[in-house]
């Protein structure tokens, strides 16, 4: 058998096995949930969604990002129900988000909009005007799915 053939067939095979294996695997984070660990924070303060969209002023900090569309999740560790807009807005620095737009959450029978994250240590502080919410940043280290469906458009 020609040894190209044979590198080909045993190729094959490999990726087969890993996809039986690993039916979902881990997708690839888009440029903007890697732009997020530039800043120091963790890839999972953005839903495991299509981003269509980001920018960043590096001078004045300003970002905006476009989603597929609109996202519900559930937040660890205390499964506070979050939902993102199709376009979160706001400012950034290394370690801290500001004049955020785009994100809320529920507690206390109310949705409150998250307006700063802060990357503390070893901790994320979500600020909802001048209450913060303090939470380990290892719960954050994936990217929660979205709940439900979402418009795409």
């Known amino acids: 058998m020609n040894p190209q053939i044979l590198f080909l067939f045993v190729l094959l095979l490999n990726l087969i096995s890993i996809s039986f294996q690993n039916p979902n695997p881990k997708s690839t984070p888009s440029l903007a949930h890697v732009e997020l660990t530039n ?30 569309g ?26 801290h988000m500001a004049e955020l737009d785009g994100i809320s959450v529920r507690a206390f ?11 503390s240590g070893d901790n994320i502080v979500f600020e909802v005007g001048m209450v913060t919410a303090k939470y380990p940043s290892k719960n954050f280290d994936e990217s929660p799915a979205c709940e439900g469906k979402h418009s795409s458009s």
Do not use: M, Q
């Not at 800043?39 to 590096?58: E, R």
């Not at 029978?109 to 990357?119: D, M």
């Open 70 to 95: 609109a996202c519900k999740i559930t937040l660890p560790p205390d499964n506070y129900v979050a939902t993102y807009s199709k376009t979160i807005k706001g400012k950034i620095v290394k370690g």
């Open 109 to 119: 029978f109310k949705w409150w909009s998250i307006t700063g994250i802060r990357s």
């Open 39 to 68: 800043y120091g924070f963790p890839v999972g303060l953005l839903p495991a969604t299509t981003v269509l969209g980001y920018t960043v002023n590096h001078t004045t900090g300003e970002f905006n990002v476009r989603l597929g």
